[in-house]
């Protein structure tokens, strides 16, 4: 968690986190399927469709990926953050259950 700590004070008191962005190439068939694309435009219907000889690969498209570096690795941001959320989500369930007892019924 030293890493989010540090991540935390960049944006907070030193001007903003600083992202290691990298292109990632992805067969142009699956950006439909990503999680930030509407679910109706994951129908076939609306995808492009591809037609090629047999062997022929797939077409690729290039999209942004964004990485937190230190001195122990990089990390994908959104990688970074679930573990950090799902940290915090943990701590508060501990707390809860130790300072709010469930009430009788």
């Given at each position: 968690?030293?890493?989010?700590?540090?991540?935390?004070?960049?944006?907070?008191?030193?001007?903003?986190?600083?992202a290691?962005?990298?292109?990632e190439?992805v067969?142009?068939?699956?950006?439909?399927a990503?999680?930030?694309?509407?679910p109706w435009r994951?129908h076939?219907?609306?995808?492009?469709?591809?037609?090629?000889?047999?062997?022929?690969?797939?077409?690729?498209?290039?999209?942004?990926?964004?990485?937190?570096?230190?001195?122990?690795g990089?990390?994908?941001?959104?990688?970074?953050?679930?573990?950090?959320?799902?940290?915090?989500?943990?701590?508060l369930n501990?707390?809860?259950a130790e300072?709010?007892?469930a009430?009788?019924?």
């Amino acid at each position: 968690m030293d890493l989010t700590n540090e991540l935390r004070l960049d944006e907070a008191k030193r001007g903003g986190a600083n992202a290691l962005v990298e292109w990632e190439e992805v067969a142009l068939h699956g950006l439909l399927a990503l999680t930030d694309v509407e679910p109706w435009r994951q129908h076939a219907a609306y995808g492009g469709h591809v037609f090629a000889p047999p062997g022929v690969p797939p077409p690729k498209a290039f999209r942004q990926t964004y990485y937190f570096e230190d001195e122990v690795g990089k990390e994908e941001v959104t990688a970074l953050c679930k573990r950090y959320l799902d940290f915090l989500d943990k701590m508060l369930n501990d707390f809860s259950a130790e300072n709010y007892p469930a009430s009788p019924q």
